[in-house]
């Protein structure tokens, strides 16, 4: 399986865990993100069936492959650039302002 999105890209195999046609399909990964999840569907009417997901993920694996992603880089540059932008303005404030005195 893959999925992306905005430049964060995870893949993985999984195996199926549990099959109960036509009610749940579960399964998990066995690798790349370290995960597993269950779907159910329970039919509502002759029309509408409802479907419910639950899925359960290992926080490391997940946040490894999210601080990796060019979305996260291009946030923390910016972040890192103003703030040294800010700082150099305070040192050039005090600077000026020690040259007053």
């Known amino acids: 399986w893959r999925f992306a999105w905005r430049g ?3 893949g993985w195999r999984s195996k199926d865990r549990d099959i109960v046609r036509p009610t749940v399909v579960s399964w998990e990964s066995v690798s ?3 995960h597993r999840g269950e779907v159910t ?3 509502e009417d ?3 069936t409802r479907l419910t997901m639950s899925i359960d993920y290992d926080v490391a694996s997940l946040l490894a492959v999210v601080l990796q992603s060019p979305f996260v880089s291009d946030f923390v540059e910016s972040a890192i650039r103003k703030d040294l932008t800010h700082f150099r303005s305070y040192c050039l404030r005090r600077r000026r302002a020690q040259k007053v005195k």
């Open 8 to 10: 964060i890209r995870l």
């Open 32 to 34: 790349g993100l370290t």
């Open 41 to 43: 569907f329970v039919a």
């Open 46 to 48: 002759e029309r509408t």
